[in-house]
């Protein structure tokens, strides 16, 4: 019934900069709480950034500064821009989102920032 689909990865090199989107389809149209995650090869996935239906956000430390993420509740879509891109962000990127305590996940996207 939900499906979300990320699109806007990419290589690119250190300082650069990619912006992520996440389309929601389906029966959900304004989810409570849309976020960012990322997987890094060998590690488990880790919250980079949520954000309400309210406009509120939250970022993990390591990405404050360079990342924003903003959400569109008409377009039923969020975006994530990236700037400022280190190595160590290289990852497979995640949308969720969250209506009534229920997890949704797209499928991914690979960023790959060289050095």
């Known amino acids: 019934q939900v499906q979300l689909v990320e699109s806007g990865g990419g290589l690119v090199q250190a300082g650069g900069a990619l912006r992520l989107s996440c389309a929601a389809s389906?029966?959900?149209?304004?989810?409570?709480?849309m976020a960012w995650y990322r997987q890094a090869p060998g590690k488990q996935r880790e919250l980079v950034v949520s954000?309400?239906?309210?406009?509120?956000?939250n970022y993990a430390d390591s990405v404050k500064g360079r990342f924003t993420i903003t959400r569109d509740n008409t377009k039923n879509t969020m975006y994530l821009q990236m700037n400022s891109l280190k190595p160590e962000d290289t990852a497979v990127y995640y949308c969720?989102?969250?209506?009534?305590?229920?997890?949704?996940w797209g499928q991914g996207t690979q960023v790959t920032v060289s050095s």
């Open positions: 969720n989102a969250i209506l009534r305590g229920i997890n949704y």
């Open positions: 389906g029966t959900i149209f304004s989810p409570n709480l």
């Open positions: 954000i309400t239906s309210g406009g509120n956000t």
